[in-house]
């Protein structure tokens, strides 16, 4: 794109609208912007990338609503993005160059903690490493975590239903909101900021929200569920012969640790050879390779011996053969063995390109899956490595692929669609989802589509027309636009 393809050219009737709002320094133009644009035509990791008419950077929720409003007038599509960390190309324009995005970044307000009631009420672009300390000063914690926590936003975190490593104990998103308050696709404002945890007047409108991606209305607010503090943690690593073993060792170390089981993730040899290769200061810690390993999360608050009823879990876990191997950390020996499951996504790219599937079953049919899905992958692609990781007590894994070794880029990604659909098909034959956490955005609205019922599409966009009748909110994404 240059400034002089009239293409590029501002709408000059939205731009003379938009700047009042927002003032100058609130809109980036393309051409005379155009350092400061790239940024928000693409998402974080640079895998999805569009063409902005206009970026807009309102500061308060009132103008969020007099922006959408200008828009909706003139016809123009809004794209809501926070920290452009979601996985799906959701917070990404299309290339017309004719949708305005519309950043958050200016949205940081803490407006309210409320330490009786265990909430806290924020604005839609506070990073969620901003929440978790703003709880932690308070003495509680907000529990939500993830690779992404030092970017993404609490809006995007609403937006796409996010989940993490402590769903397990806390559940997701939709657990851990209480209340929002949103712009809707005409420019009026929403105001359900209640910190209610029992609320039964009618339709939920909060949890209409959670996970629609942008394509309902804006996130201003939100009040979060806020839980005690739990800085009593230990953290176990464990080798496992095989994926069996750690649905087994779940139940075993449930029924002993109860609701102190924050996390219990699993990865895969392949995850685990790839993370020793290519992340700095990384180490097994076991002298010989397993098959799967897992990793296990107690926490609670005061004096609890977690150390003590972990070391009880692992016992009773060898006693039922369970687990083959394991080491009990913490302190900077817990941050390594987390270094170990965190550093997966980072050891994939050197590996080249990774097609990316975050997919659920029932946690006892996660096995049968894997083997279901491998076998079928290995008839498409000979040698096509599955770095198979994730949130095990979810019923969650991202089935990511890695081509075979010795393989050129263009050679693997030649094979990209069937080696999808083949994960696809396995995930449909054993009842799962092919989005668990991530959500839909444009990469994957077909494929979910294809699996869903008509009845189900059908409900899906007469909600979509109920409140977005224009089709201007963020269109494309989760839906295709009609
Ligand atoms: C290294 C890494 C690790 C990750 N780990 C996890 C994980 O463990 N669990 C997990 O669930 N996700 C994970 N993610 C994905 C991502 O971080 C989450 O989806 C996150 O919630 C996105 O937040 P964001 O602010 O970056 O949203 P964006 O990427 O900016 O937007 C995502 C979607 O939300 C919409 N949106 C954003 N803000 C608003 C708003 N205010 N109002 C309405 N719509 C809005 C956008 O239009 C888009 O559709 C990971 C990503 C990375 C890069």
């Given at each position: 794109?240059?400034?002089?393809?009239?293409?590029?050219?501002?709408?000059?009737?939205?731009l003379?609208a938009?700047?009042?709002i927002?003032?100058?320094?609130?809109?980036?133009?393309?051409?005379?912007?155009?350092?400061?644009?790239?940024?928000?035509a693409?998402?974080?990791?640079g895998?999805y990338a569009g063409?902005?008419a206009l970026?807009?950077?309102p500061?308060?929720t009132?103008?969020v609503?007099?922006v959408?409003r200008?828009?909706?007038a003139?016809?123009?599509?809004?794209?809501?993005q926070g920290g452009?960390?979601?996985l799906?190309?959701?917070?990404v324009p299309?290339a017309?160059?004719?949708?305005?995005?519309?950043?958050?970044?200016?949205?940081?307000?803490?407006r309210e903690?409320?330490?009786a009631?265990q909430t806290?009420?924020?604005?839609?672009?506070?990073?969620?490493?901003?929440v978790q300390?703003?709880?932690?000063e308070?003495?509680l914690?907000?529990?939500?975590?993830m690779?992404?926590?030092?970017?993404?936003?609490v809006?995007?975190?609403?937006?796409t239903?996010?989940?993490?490593?402590?769903?397990l104990?806390?559940?997701?998103?939709?657990?851990?909101?209480?209340?929002?308050?949103v712009?809707l696709?005409?420019?009026?404002?929403?105001?359900g900021?209640r910190?209610?945890?029992?609320d039964?007047?009618g339709?939920?409108?909060t949890?209409?929200?959670?996970g629609?991606e942008?394509?309902?209305g804006?996130v201003?607010?939100?009040?979060l569920?806020?839980?005690?503090a739990t800085p009593?943690?230990?953290?176990?690593?464990v080798?496992?012969a095989d994926?069996?073993?750690?649905?087994?060792?779940?139940?075993?170390?449930?029924?002993?640790?109860?609701?102190r089981v924050?996390?219990?993730?699993?990865?895969?040899a392949?995850?685990l050879?790839?993370v020793?290769?290519?992340?700095?200061?990384?180490?097994d810690p076991?002298a010989?390779a397993?098959p799967?390993y897992?990793l296990?999360?107690?926490?609670?608050?005061?004096?609890?011996?977690?150390?003590g009823l972990?070391?009880q879990?692992l016992?009773?876990?060898?006693?039922?053969?369970?687990?083959?191997?394991?080491v009990?950390?913490?302190?900077?020996r817990a941050?390594?063995?987390?270094?170990?499951r965190?550093?997966?996504?980072e050891?994939?790219n050197?590996?080249g390109?990774?097609?990316?599937?975050?997919v659920?079953?029932?946690?006892?049919a996660?096995?049968?899956?894997?083997?279901?899905?491998?076998?079928?992958?290995?008839?498409?692609?000979?040698?096509?490595r599955?770095?198979s990781?994730?949130?095990?007590?979810d019923?969650?894994?991202?089935?990511n692929?890695?081509?075979?070794?010795?393989w050129?880029d263009e050679a693997?990604?030649?094979?990209?669609?069937r080696?999808?659909?083949?994960?696809?098909a396995?995930?449909?034959?054993?009842?799962?989802s092919?989005?668990a956490?991530?959500g839909l955005?444009?990469?994957k609205?077909?494929?979910?589509?294809?699996q869903?019922?008509?009845?189900?599409?059908d409900l899906?966009?007469?909600?979509?027309?109920?409140v977005?009748p224009?089709?201007?909110?963020?269109?494309?994404?989760?839906?295709?636009?009609?």
């Amino acid at each position: 794109m240059t400034a002089a393809d009239p293409d590029d050219r501002p709408d000059a009737a939205l731009l003379a609208a938009l700047t009042p709002i927002v003032g100058g320094r609130g809109v980036l133009v393309p051409g005379a912007d155009d350092d400061r644009l790239a940024s928000y035509a693409t998402d974080w990791r640079g895998a999805y990338a569009g063409r902005p008419a206009l970026v807009v950077l309102p500061r308060t929720t009132a103008e969020v609503a007099e922006v959408v409003r200008a828009c909706a007038a003139a016809g123009v599509a809004v794209v809501p993005q926070g920290g452009g960390t979601g996985l799906c190309g959701g917070a990404v324009p299309d290339a017309s160059g004719r949708q305005v995005v519309l950043s958050t970044e200016r949205l940081r307000g803490v407006r309210e903690v409320d330490v009786a009631n265990q909430t806290v009420t924020v604005e839609a672009g506070v990073v969620l490493a901003d929440v978790q300390r703003v709880a932690r000063e308070h003495g509680l914690q907000f529990p939500l975590s993830m690779g992404s926590e030092g970017r993404c936003t609490v809006g995007g975190n609403v937006a796409t239903n996010a989940g993490g490593t402590a769903v397990l104990r806390y559940g997701g998103m939709r657990a851990l909101t209480l209340g929002l308050e949103v712009v809707l696709p005409d420019g009026r404002v929403w105001e359900g900021l209640r910190g209610l945890r029992k609320d039964n007047t009618g339709y939920d409108l909060t949890q209409l929200f959670l996970g629609s991606e942008g394509t309902l209305g804006v996130v201003t607010a939100a009040v979060l569920a806020l839980h005690p503090a739990t800085p009593r943690r230990a953290t176990a690593w464990v080798a496992l012969a095989d994926l069996a073993a750690a649905t087994a060792l779940l139940g075993t170390v449930r029924a002993v640790a109860g609701e102190r089981v924050t996390s219990f993730e699993v990865m895969s040899a392949q995850s685990l050879a790839i993370v020793l290769a290519h992340v700095p200061g990384t180490r097994d810690p076991f002298a010989t390779a397993h098959p799967w390993y897992g990793l296990v999360e107690l926490a609670d608050g005061g004096d609890a011996d977690v150390e003590g009823l972990l070391e009880q879990v692992l016992q009773e876990a060898v006693e039922h053969d369970q687990v083959v191997d394991a080491v009990v950390a913490s302190g900077p020996r817990a941050a390594a063995v987390w270094a170990l499951r965190e550093g997966i996504s980072e050891a994939q790219n050197g590996e080249g390109p990774s097609l990316k599937h975050d997919v659920s079953v029932a946690i006892s049919a996660l096995p049968a899956f894997v083997a279901h899905a491998d076998v079928a992958l290995a008839e498409v692609l000979p040698g096509v490595r599955v770095v198979s990781y994730g949130h095990v007590g979810d019923g969650n894994l991202h089935h990511n692929l890695t081509k075979p070794v010795g393989w050129t880029d263009e050679a693997f990604l030649a094979h990209a669609d069937r080696l999808t659909a083949t994960v696809y098909a396995s995930v449909a034959a054993f009842g799962g989802s092919i989005s668990a956490e991530h959500g839909l955005g444009t990469a994957k609205r077909d494929a979910a589509a294809a699996q869903k019922s008509p009845v189900e599409l059908d409900l899906q966009r007469a909600l979509k027309r109920a409140v977005d009748p224009a089709g201007l909110m963020n269109p494309g994404k989760v839906l295709a636009a009609e």
